[in-house]
């Protein structure tokens, strides 16, 4: 699991806006070998404004420090699916829209098919964020099980 601290800072509804700091309060040895790499899931998430929403299950108040975790091949099967599918897919149609051409016009055909193996990867990417089952294998889950000696426990001041 990646795991980060973060702090509650505003509630909406259901959900909890959450930032995850820079400094994850952890050794500083994130990216040596040995190192836990907490900081990695606030990479992962890449939020443009460093604050992020989260379902807020654990009934977190604004203010209170919580952990957040996610899955280690996440930011790797997200990846896989809108790039490496869109990859995948303008290379097959291209490939396709070669073969079937006339000699003279394969160039422009293999164009065609590489737009149109584009618009397929569109359509399969949107299609899988509207898939709940798809979404599921992406969710953060957020605690409040800090250890109490931990420099990210408690709340701010």
Not at 24 to 38: K, L, M, Q, V
Not at 108 to 137: E, K, P
Request: hydrophobic share 45%; charged share 20%.
């Amino acid at each position: 699991m990646i795991e980060a601290n973060a702090v509650v800072t505003r509630l909406e509804g259901g959900d909890a806006w959450v930032r995850v700091s820079a400094s994850s309060g952890g050794c500083g040895r994130c990216d040596e070998p040995g190192g836990c790499r907490a900081i990695g899931l606030a990479y992962a998430l890449k939020a443009p404004d460093k604050v992020f929403r989260l379902r807020n299950r654990i009934g977190a108040e604004v203010g209170e420090r919580v952990r957040i975790r996610a899955d280690d091949g996440m930011p790797l099967r997200g990846a896989l699916a809108t790039y490496g599918a869109a990859v995948a897919l303008l290379i097959v149609g291209a490939a396709i829209g070669h073969s079937i051409a006339p000699a003279a016009t394969r160039d422009l055909f293999a164009v065609v098919g590489s737009l149109g193996g584009l618009t397929a990867s569109v359509v399969l990417n949107r299609a899988l964020l509207r898939s709940g089952s798809w979404r599921r294998g992406f969710e953060i889950e957020m605690s409040k099980d800090l250890q109490p000696d931990s420099p990210c426990a408690g709340r701010f001041s």
